[in-house]
């Protein structure tokens, strides 16, 4: 098969490679639709991987074509998405099915072989079969939707507060199209919170405004004090959720500053920089009682009620529409081109996908 192989740090190669074989209790999946994360960017580029080599991708979509000893051959055909993080389930996480804080976990492209290839093996545990109506290019992006819904979720109730969302990458986009979504889809719109967005470009101002947020609810942080926005726009008061999607420090303290009193943080986006805090913010978090809150990851247990179900389930309904951040389409051997768009940021882009040969297209 073809595939990205990553041989050390900035050694990418597109060539020929065995094709994987499933073992039991695994699946061979023909890759239809992959999409570049932004953390595939320093794997490949800067920092590296655990191992090499190593086909990097963990957003992904496809078909079962093969299964392994002892596998249920009901996967085979199945149209499906898949979960990248592969539990231990020994940890005490894994007991409480709280898989995404496995302490001993092993992750579909980037500590075993991902979808950046025609085919991948994975175990059916992580597999999510696919309705009719939802497209290879939209389960390519269950990964993202699932961690936006997943910080949604852990900051809830969100539906009559005034949040804010700094960082305007594919999970913020993704975290206000899923908070867009629950306000119209339950309880009343007029006691519907504010929300306001904080991005630096001019094409993500156009995406919020096009997703419905009026233009005096997005602030500009290349030009705005971005806390002293927020107070003018909460009246003084502060913002009762405030989700990170940065990673940065600063940011981090503009959170501290524009939460309301009994306000919640939520932080989603990697780290780039080390994190710290004067001791007047340290004030803040104490005098205005304020919560702190992590998130990883998402929830995938096979049940109802997961993050990955409450993604299908909207999907299906069609009250969401993840491909309309679809910016950039590649054919996988034409993939590379976006990876070097993401890394030198010489186009604007959202989410950067690769497609299949019979559905590619250049974008």
């Known amino acids: 098969m073809k595939a990205f192989v990553l041989h050390q740090t900035n050694d990418l190669r597109f060539e020929t490679v065995n094709d994987p074989q499933p073992e039991s209790g695994e699946a061979l999946v023909a890759v239809k639709a992959a999409g570049i994360c932004g953390s595939d960017i320093p794997r490949i580029y800067r920092t590296g991987a655990y191992s090499y080599p190593l086909i990097p991708g963990h957003e992904f979509s496809g078909t079962v074509v093969k299964t392994g000893p002892m596998t249920d051959k009901k996967w085979l055909g199945q149209r499906v998405g898949v979960f990248p993080l592969i539990p231990c389930g020994q940890c005490l996480p894994c007991q409480k099915k709280q898989y995404e804080m496995c302490r001993h976990y092993s992750y579909t492209g980037s500590r075993r072989d991902g ?48 949040v804010a969302i700094c ?4 999970i913020g986009l993704l975290l206000l199209m899923f908070l867009l979504e ?14 306001l967005v904080i991005g630096n470009k001019q094409f ?4 919020v405004l096009n997703m419905g947020v009026a233009a005096e609810c997005y ?21 009762d959720v405030f989700f990170e999607c940065v990673g940065k420090n ?14 919640r ?25 304020l919560t702190v809150m ?70």
């Open 115 to 162: 979808g950046f290839a025609e085919l991948v093996a994975v175990p059916v545990a992580n597999l999510l079969p696919l309705p009719e109506q939802v497209s290879f290019e939209q389960a390519a992006m269950l990964e993202p939707m699932a961690v936006a819904v997943h910080a949604l979720r852990r900051a809830a109730p969100v539906h009559s507060q005034t």
């Open 167 to 170: 960082g305007l990458g594919t």
């Open 182 to 195: 629950s306000r119209q889809g339950g309880g009343n719109a007029d006691d519907a919170g504010k929300v």
């Open 204 to 207: 993500q101002k156009q995406m």
């Open 219 to 239: 602030c500009d942080a290349g030009t705005d004090d971005v806390a002293g926005w927020l107070m003018e726009h909460t009246d003084g008061c502060g913002v």
């Open 250 to 263: 600063e940011t981090l303290v503009q959170a501290v500053e524009a939460a309301a009193p009994s306000g």
């Open 265 to 289: 943080l939520m932080l989603v986006g990697n780290p780039y920089t080390d994190m710290t805090l004067e001791k007047n913010s340290y004030w803040k978090i104490l005098r205005s009682q």
């Open 294 to 363: 992590g998130t990883w990851n998402s929830s995938f247990t096979h049940e109802e009620d997961d993050d990955w179900h409450y993604v299908l389930e909207r999907l299906a309904a069609g009250t969401i529409r993840p491909e309309q951040f679809i910016s950039h389409c590649f054919r996988l051997e034409d993939l590379e081109q976006g990876f070097h768009i993401m890394r030198d940021k010489t186009q604007e882009f959202i989410k950067v996908m690769g497609l299949s040969g019979e559905t590619g297209r250049n974008a």
